[in-house]
T-cell receptor, first 113, second 115 residues
Framework: AQSVTQPDIHITVSEGASLELRCNYSYGATPYLFWYVQSPGQGLQLLLKYFSGDTLVQGIKGFEAEFKRSQSSFNLRKPSVHWSDAAEYFCAVGAQGNEKLTFGTGTRLTIIP | EAGVAQSPRYKIIEKRQSVAFWCNPISGHATLYWYQQILGQGPKLLIQFQNNGVVDDSQLPKDRFSAERLKGVDSTLKIQPAKLEDSAVYLC?????????????FGPGTRLTVT
């Protein structure tokens, strides 16, 4: 069975500082990996996804993520956060042949001035 | 294009009452998903439809939850009777096909409070 672990429940970052949110997955085959963002009262929005190929993927809003098979990780990064990035971030895993998403528990990001 | 619509946005009921949620997916999307998101947790897939057929309902508590998508477009999720632990946000999502499950578009959700 596929699973996702997001070890950080809550992260606080100063505006303008860099950000890294951690995600570890468990899946026997090559996974599809995703990062979603959820602002208060909003639905989930896809930030980026990885299927294969280049292990560094670029997404919307200046986010990027790196797939590291040896570490079973897919960490999300942003070089300089903005106050509008405050939200809940979810990592998810899926695969062809198992066409559904399994989400992690999320990381809540707080931005301080 | 219009996004995924859900109603109501908020609902408060007492335990043992029944409740229904409605979802209208993006036009042309064959696959529809219902998720339950309990506070502090990630969304959990409850049921997945391809047109009007069920693809996966393995995590749907079938003794109290039911869902239908009779004409392959709109869908309704029902809880009867509700329990306190059903308090959650219920998210609906859709994708063009089952194979494009990785391109799901989510609605704003319905926040259910059971007292």
């Amino acid at each position: 069975a596929q699973s996702v672990t997001q070890p950080d429940i809550h992260i606080t970052v100063s505006e303008g500082a860099s950000l890294e949110l951690r995600c570890n997955y468990s899946y026997g085959a090559t996974p599809y990996l995703f990062w979603y963002v959820q602002s208060p009262g909003q639905g989930l929005q896809l930030l980026l996804k990885y299927f294969s190929g280049d292990t560094l993927v670029q997404g919307i809003k200046g986010f990027e993520a790196e797939f590291k098979r040896s570490q079973s990780s897919f960490n999300l990064r942003k070089p300089s956060v903005h106050w509008s990035d405050a939200a809940e971030y979810f990592c998810a895993v899926g695969a062809q042949g198992n066409e559904k998403l399994t989400f992690g528990t999320g990381t809540r990001l707080t931005i301080i001035p | 294009e219009a996004g995924v619509a859900q109603s109501p946005r908020y609902k408060i009921i007492e335990k043992r009452q029944s409740v229904a949620f409605w979802c209208n997916p993006i036009s042309g999307h064959a696959t529809l998903y219902w998720y339950q998101q309990i506070l502090g947790q990630g969304p959990k897939l409850l049921i997945q439809f391809q047109n009007n057929g069920v693809v996966d309902d393995s995590q749907l508590p079938k003794d109290r939850f039911s869902a239908e998508r009779l004409k392959g477009v709109d869908s309704t999720l029902k809880i009867q009777p509700a329990k306190l632990e059903d308090s959650a946000v219920y998210l609906c999502a859709s994708s063009l096909t089952l194979l494009t499950f990785y391109e799901q578009y989510f609605g704003p959700g319905t926040r259910l409070t059971v007292t």
